[in-house]
């Protein structure tokens, strides 16, 4: 069974410019969340939706914003990137609800310049 | 407002001894908790979980204990591998609060 897949890996960008983080996730995983990890701060949370509905939202602006398809596949989008906005991005995909065991991707590393 | 907190950020222990890792929760709402393992360039991957019913839960080398009165949790391994060298990150959840929140994550170092 293929794990959670997250494209792209590795992204650098300037300062303003906007980018879009893919993630697939387990076959008949209908949950996917987003999770931002910065040294020292840990996994913040950023979104999780649910066939193609946003369930949960966490504390950050509105330039995060996502979305999930019919498939459960799901896109994240950073507009006018900041500096600050450098981090891992992970995906984690379950069966059902944010509950219980989340599959983590391996993440996409954006580095803001 | 963080939760979760983990306030070690890192330990250091020699192989076969006992490794500790503590974590703290403000949210009386958390009726589940897990324990997640990151190592570097890889996603956290699941260790192992309670729920607020039980104070202990074992599985193998890891046990997780918890504390509802003092809202405290901890992990123990044992004995301690350097394999297990790796971020661990505490998270809870409600089965009414609908997200899991996370802590800041421990490094943990194991030396041969």
């Known amino acids: 069974k293929a794990g959670v897949t997250q494209t792209p890996r590795y992204l650098i960008k300037t300062r303003g410019q906007q980018v879009t983080l893919s993630c697939s996730p387990i076959?008949?995983?209908?949950?996917v969340s987003w999770y931002q990890q910065t040294p020292g701060q840990g996994l913040q949370f950023l979104f999780e939706?649910?066939?193609?509905?946003?369930?949960n939202k966490g504390n950050f602006p509105g330039r995060f914003s996502g979305r999930q398809f019919s498939n459960s596949r799901s896109e994240m989008n950073v507009s006018t990137l900041e500096l600050g906005d450098s981090a891992l991005y992970l995906c984690?995909?379950?069966?059902?609800?944010?509950?219980?065991?989340?599959?983590f991707g391996e993440g996409s590393r954006l580095t803001v310049l | 407002d963080q939760q979760v907190k983990q306030n070690s950020p890192s330990l250091s222990v020699q192989e076969g001894r006992i490794s500790i890792l503590n974590c703290d929760y403000t949210?009386?709402?958390?009726?589940?908790f897990l324990w997640y393992k990151k190592y570097p360039a890889e996603g956290p991957t699941f260790l192992i979980s309670?729920?607020?019913?039980?104070d202990k839960n074992e599985d193998g080398r890891f046990t997780v204990f918890l504390n509802k009165s003092a809202k405290h949790l901890s992990l123990h391994i044992v004995p301690s591998q350097p394999g297990d060298s790796a971020v661990y990150f505490c998270?809870?959840?409600?089965?009414?609060?609908?997200?899991?929140?996370f802590g800041q994550g421990t490094i943990l170092t194991v030396h041969p």
């Open positions: 076959s008949g995983h209908r949950s």
């Open positions: 949210n009386s709402m958390f009726d589940y």
């Open positions: 939706y649910f066939s193609e509905t946003q369930r």
């Open positions: 984690a995909s379950s069966v059902d609800r944010e509950a219980g065991e989340l599959f």
């Open positions: 309670i729920s607020s019913i039980k």
């Open positions: 998270c809870a959840g409600g089965t009414s609060y609908g997200k899991l929140t």
